[in-house]
């Protein structure tokens, strides 16, 4: 059982920026990802990094926007969201992919844990 906190949500206006932070419990670093969810939408990828961090995948929307990195020492991940759109108001889970040994998958089936999820606006 992995348990997943997500922190630094909030409202803010376009053009700003927000840091979202996950930890998770336990030593084991897995590959993680951040999933976003706007009301009557699917739950979508939003960036993934690999167990190590060397590897990363984006989703096309928050390419040059968005940065997701990791400190395994705190068993944390961090999303840099930049130059925000409303369209990227939504709520924003963090997730842990406890099988994966290499590499990150963009698959929401893939992920195991899922955190109680962050709430991002971003006013026009």
């Known amino acids: 059982q992995v348990q997943l906190v997500e922190s630094g949500g909030g409202l803010v206006q376009a053009g700003e920026s927000l840091r979202l932070s996950c930890a998770a419990s336990?030593?084991?670093?897995?590959?993680m990802g951040w999933f976003r969810q706007a009301p009557g939408l699917e739950r979508e990828f939003v960036a993934g990094i690999s167990r190590s961090g060397a590897g990363k995948s984006y989703a096309e929307f928050v390419k040059g926007r968005f940065t997701i990195s990791r400190d395994n020492a705190k068993n944390t991940v961090y999303l840099q969201m930049n130059s925000l759109k409303p369209e990227d108001t939504a709520v924003y889970y963090c997730?842990?992919?406890?099988?994966?040994?290499?590499?990150?998958?963009?698959?929401?089936?893939?992920?195991?844990?899922w955190g109680q999820g962050t709430q991002v606006t971003v006013s026009s």
């Open positions: 997730a842990v992919d406890v099988n994966l040994g290499v590499g990150v998958s963009v698959r929401l089936s893939s992920y195991d844990y």
């Open positions: 336990g030593r084991s670093s897995y590959a």
